[in-house]
């Protein structure tokens, strides 16, 4: 059976940011302490116009460019968020349309916490190796909420990642999708009850056994199945609702820092959930080189986790840069942006 491939990537990410420093600061706590501890230094914050949608679209149509495709050959687009605009109304159509895909579409939009981008990826993935479709977009994007005070809200961000997947003989195929599995239960770290704008979440009980249990039994998943040897893994990105997670989880499977060099991104745009690790992925996209590996652990409280082996068909392609300035704002004109999401 063929594989599915990575075909191009985009990403969105606003301007705006806001330092842990500064949040800390209005709640009269230590600003160094925490980012150290948290190892976050900054976040980005969403305008009042960026949404999930529009932040959706910005990156998907940076990836059809990329791919240099006509818009038409795309055929399914699957959105995973937090954060939908409409409780009933999909970004998916809106995407199809907007983004002028196929009228004859497979689409949806996805929910499962901060792994619904990369279940995105598994369903478009399936799609590709079915036959079904030439060209899907699994998209994970988000605004996340947090509540003001809550500990969520010095990593509580917003962005969007779409990958644009293909055939693995397509001419302009970056990474083959070698394996891909999930592991799941229902423990319930992290909620948001119908009605409610802000999540709940148990303290503690995030750590074990949400994201560690999972995470962990993800990669020994992923490793038994592709028979892999994890010290011969080129680059490994982890889901970053922190920096410490992730690192602590590659400490305890013997992962170097150097593998997850270009995939650890959540210092300086906080957590972005649903779009957290598909976002590492493109930036590891960019470095990564031919015959190169890596290995994508991503996690979504309630719980679950996706695991993929992925390796590189070419050398990594880079994204246009970005030359709008990033902007700073203070805790007031935090709180006036996060009024709109």
């Known amino acids: 059976m063929s594989h599915s491939a990575i075909v191009s990537f985009g990403r969105y990410l606003p301007v705006f940011r806001i330092t842990t420093a500064t949040i800390a600061e209005h709640w009269g706590q230590d600003g160094r302490g925490i980012a150290a501890s948290i190892g976050v230094e900054e976040k980005t914050v969403p305008a009042p116009d960026e949404d999930t949608f529009t932040m959706a679209f910005e990156a998907s149509k940076q990836a059809i460019a990329m791919a240099g495709i006509a818009s038409s050959e795309v055929s399914a687009v699957f959105v995973g968020s937090e954060s939908h605009p409409y409780a009933v109304k999909p970004t998916s159509a809106m995407l199809a349309t907007a983004l002028e895909l196929h009228p004859f579409s497979f689409a949806a939009d996805l929910e499962f916490a901060c792994k619904a981008g990369t279940a995105a990826m598994q369903i478009v993935d399936a799609f590709v190796r079915s036959g079904q479709i030439h060209y899907g977009l699994a998209i994970g994007s988000d605004t996340a909420q947090a509540k003001p005070g809550d500990a969520l809200e010095y990593t509580a961000s917003a962005g969007a990642a ?129 015959d190169e590996t890596i290995l994508l652990v991503s996690y979504g409280s309630g719980s679950g986790a996706d695991a993929f082996f992925m390796t590189m068909l070419r050398d990594g392609v880079r994204l246009p840069p970005d030359e709008r300035e990033e902007q700073h704002v203070d805790y007031s004109q935090y709180i006036e942006h996060s009024r709109t999401h």
């Not at 680059?235 to 499977?253: D, G, R, S, T, Y």
């Not at 690790?277 to 960019?286: I, K, M, N, Q, W």
């Open 162 to 290: 779409a990958l644009l997947l293909g055939s693995e003989r397509s001419a302009s195929a970056i990474a083959r999708i070698e394996e891909t599995l999930s592991f799941t239960t229902d423990t319930p770290d992290f909620w948001r009850p119908s009605g409610e704008k802000f999540p709940h979440h148990a303290g503690r009980f995030t750590g074990e056994p949400g994201y560690f249990h999972h995470v962990r039994e993800a990669i020994r998943g992923i490793v038994e199945v592709a028979k892999l040897d994890l010290r011969e893994i080129d680059h490994v990105i982890l889901h970053m609702p922190n920096a410490k997670f992730p690192q602590a989880i590659a400490k305890e499977f013997g992962i170097t820092k150097e593998q997850l060099r270009h995939g650890l991104i959540v210092p300086r745009i906080g957590n972005t959930y649903s779009a957290c690790s598909p976002l590492g992925l493109t930036f590891v996209l960019e470095e990564a080189k031919k």
